[in-house]
């Protein structure tokens, strides 16, 4: 292919659409939003390049640790309120404690 025949051959739509996608992939790393950096890791374009490969590369390397930052908090939220509702329970199950004088 020449050259030229580059954008007659829909390179151009290719090449905005990768570059959509990448902007797309930061703005969703930026805002933290998962739920869209796992909808765009699934619908991720044929990179060509090996520019856009790496870019892409250092993006879902990024993504991932926030996947794993974001399992570690919820981890522990899990873990506080699994605390909680075993507090709860033994405050609730009529056992008292050595310090309850009222019997």
């Known amino acids: 292919m020449l ?6 051959h829909g390179g151009k739509r290719r090449l905005r659409l990768k570059n959509e996608w990448l ?3 930061k703005i969703a790393l930026i805002e933290k939003d ?3 950096l796992d909808r765009l890791h699934r619908e991720m ?3 060509e390049t090996l520019a856009e ?5 250092m993006l879902i390397r990024q993504a991932m640790e926030l996947f794993q930052a974001e399992s570690l908090k ?6 506080q309120m699994k605390k909680a509702l075993n507090f709860n329970k033994a405050s609730r199950s009529g056992s008292r404690s050595k310090f309850d004088k009222s019997y």
């Open 23 to 25: 902007n797309r992939f």
């Open 45 to 47: 374009p044929a990179l």
């Open 3 to 8: 050259p030229g025949d580059f954008w007659k």
């Open 74 to 79: 919820a981890k522990a939220t899990m873990e």
């Open 34 to 36: 998962l739920t869209r």
């Open 53 to 57: 490969l790496e870019e892409a590369k």
